[in-house]
């Protein structure tokens, strides 16, 4: 995993709300999250997550790709975080950092 501690400290107000730093956190653990994988795990419903998401993907912080499920016809969200989202993300947990530190 790349040293988050090379990012510049830089707030970010967008990803500062507490859902969509948590789908940050989450994606940024990982390659990709199928939609409902992210869903239960925030504990909140398709329309709150959708919200958060198409945020994220306006700001091209996150991207969705729609895939066949394996065991049925309909199709599959799986949600990733770009370079661009990581870079934003861990530039804002430094920030926090700081700000926690007296920085």
């Known amino acids: 995993m790349a040293d988050t501690t090379k990012v510049p400290a830089k707030f970010d107000e967008l990803i500062h709300e507490p859902t969509r730093m948590r789908i ?3 994606l940024a653990q990982t390659t990709a999250l199928k939609f409902s994988t992210l869903r239960d795990t925030l504990g ?3 329309a709150v997550c959708s919200k958060h998401v198409k945020a994220l993907a306006d700001r091209q912080y996150v991207t969705a790709s729609k895939v066949k499920s ?4 309909h199709q599959v969200s799986w949600i990733s975080l770009t370079k661009q989202g990581r870079r934003a993300f861990d530039g804002h947990m430094n920030m926090l ?3 926690a530190e007296g920085k």
């Not at 394996?70 to 016809?73: D, G, I, R, W």
């Open 97 to 99: 950092r700081n700000i």
């Open 24 to 26: 940050c956190g989450l």
């Open 44 to 46: 909140v419903s398709d």
């Open 70 to 73: 394996e065991n049925s016809n």
